[in-house]
């Protein structure tokens, strides 16, 4: 008994000192460079293929490649969390702005309801300034866990209310989930909370920097460079928060990547995920003028579709076609599929999607979406029969649970090399920039 306790003893002593190495080893590090603005890029289910689609596709325009793949540092993350191998959005979202695990589901919160702060508003007690921004929905599963918790990510008025609280300066998306009605509610109690809400680009400049905004724009989630997409938006946010002594934080979102590829949509894939590296060119930018203290992480929160891309076979021009082809395939098919006889359904692939030949697979395939009367799928799967000719194949419509990539450059960004848990994410981000541990009890 007493042996155990020495021994229990000596551990603690071993734990103890080799934490006391650790930090003082990490404030070493800190101290010889900490940044004071920190950028983190999240791509929503972007693997490692969705960024290769995209460089591919740069390399046949111009020669060149993605931002983010001329970053020195790289590394990748695993992502499953506390109770499914494939995680969601929101666990994943949590993961990376707590440093914990949860289900999937969950905002901000541990398995048991049990809220917890994200890295985000402990960085804003530092003093730094703090700006969430995504290409979809403000109150969206990814960004909520940086100024919010909750039990369910479909509380979309809760999340979207706790802004208010939160302290957080600067909030940007296409607008909010959840209806025209909580859109009304949360936006005139921004309002009387002293929140400048901006629903038009051309009136961001009249807000006064001190003052906490809002910025609800539609073309924050264009992939077509209008003018307030996302890359906007960043530099917007830079400008606002560049002056702040303690420096910022911000979360920049690509969320759209994440949609485009639960419907397969490879082209739509490449020009969201682009969309997010102009986004990165800025932050880089920004880096270039303030090398010493500028930290640029990019990471995903997990992979959608199961994108693979076959270099041999992979034509761009046709897979822009096919996107181009699709909106017609999809008008062609009416709503009530039972209707509709495999003839009918080989007719319009034939016709829209140019494809003559098939698979028994995708037969099979086709033919149990028509029978489950599931439109959505025969689209997807059809359209799916001539990506796989243009060179890419999609596994699912859904998530997978395969490694994401990291990709990182400036002050502390050597902390994430290496193949590490998405959890890390958020307590490298701390460290670097405060020198200490996240977690202090
Ligand atoms: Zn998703």
Redo the contacts with the bound molecule.
């Keep these: 008994m007493s042996y155990a306790r020495n021994l229990s003893h000596v551990n603690r002593i071993l734990i103890v000192g080799a934490f006391f190495v650790l930090s003082l080893m990490s404030s070493l590090c800190a101290e010889s460079s900490s940044p004071r603005y920190i950028f983190l890029f999240i791509g ?2 972007m693997g490692f293929e969705q960024v290769r689609l995209a460089d591919e596709a740069l390399k046949e325009r111009d020669g060149s490649q993605t931002r983010m793949t001329r970053l020195p540092v790289t590394g990748q993350i695993r992502t499953h969390s506390a109770n499914n191998k494939v995680t ?2 929101a666990a994943a979202g949590t993961a990376l702005a707590c440093g914990v695990r949860t289900d999937n589901g969950r905002i901000g919160q541990l398995p048991d309801g049990t809220p917890v702060e994200p890295v985000s508003l402990k960085l804003l007690k530092e003093g730094m300034m703090i700006g969430i921004l995504t290409s979809v929905t403000a109150n969206h599963a990814t960004p909520a866990p940086y100024f919010s918790h909750a039990g369910n990510r479909r509380e979309y008025e809760s999340i979207a209310m706790q802004f208010i609280g939160s302290g957080v300066h600067f909030l940007a998306g296409r607008g909010l989930a959840g209806g025209s009605d909580v859109n009304d509610r949360v936006i005139s109690a921004y309002r009387e909370s002293g929140i400048a809400v901006v629903t038009n680009f051309t009136n961001v400049t009249d807000v006064p920097k001190e003052q906490r905004m809002a910025l609800l724009v539609p073309s924050v989630g264009s992939p077509k460079q209008q003018q307030g997409d996302l890359a906007d938006a960043t530099a917007l946010a830079i400008e606002r928060m560049k002056d702040n002594p303690a420096g910022f934080f911000m979360m920049i979102e690509g969320g759209a990547i ?2 485009v ?2 419907a397969n949509q490879g082209w739509a894939c490449v020009e969201e995920t682009l969309a997010m590296d102009r986004a990165v060119e800025v932050a880089y930018n920004f880096y270039l003028q303030n090398p010493e203290n500028t930290l640029i992480v990019i990471t995903a929160d ?1 992979e ?1 579709g199961g994108l693979s891309v076959d270099g041999e076979k992979l034509d761009l021009p046709m897979l822009k076609h096919i996107e181009r082809q699709r909106r017609l395939f999809d008008a062609a098919i009416p709503d009530e599929i039972d209707m509709l006889t495999m003839d009918a359904v080989m007719n319009a692939i034939r016709e829209y999607l140019g494809i003559t030949e098939i698979t028994e697979d995708q037969l099979t395939s086709l033919e149990d979406a028509v029978k489950k009367e599931n439109r959505y799928d025969l689209v997807r799967l059809a359209v799916n029969v001539a990506q796989t000719a243009a060179g890419i194949t999609w596994s699912t419509g ?2 997978t649970g395969v490694d994401v990539p990291v990709y990182a450059i400036g002050a502390g960004a050597e902390r994430f090399r290496g193949t590490y848990d998405i959890t890390h994410i958020p307590v490298k981000l701390f460290e670097a920039a405060v020198g200490r541990v996240l977690f202090t009890e």
Aim: proline fraction near 0%; aromatic fraction near 8%; include cysteine.
């Design positions: 929503d289910g969601d959005s994440d949609w590829c639960h997990h959608t859904g998530h």
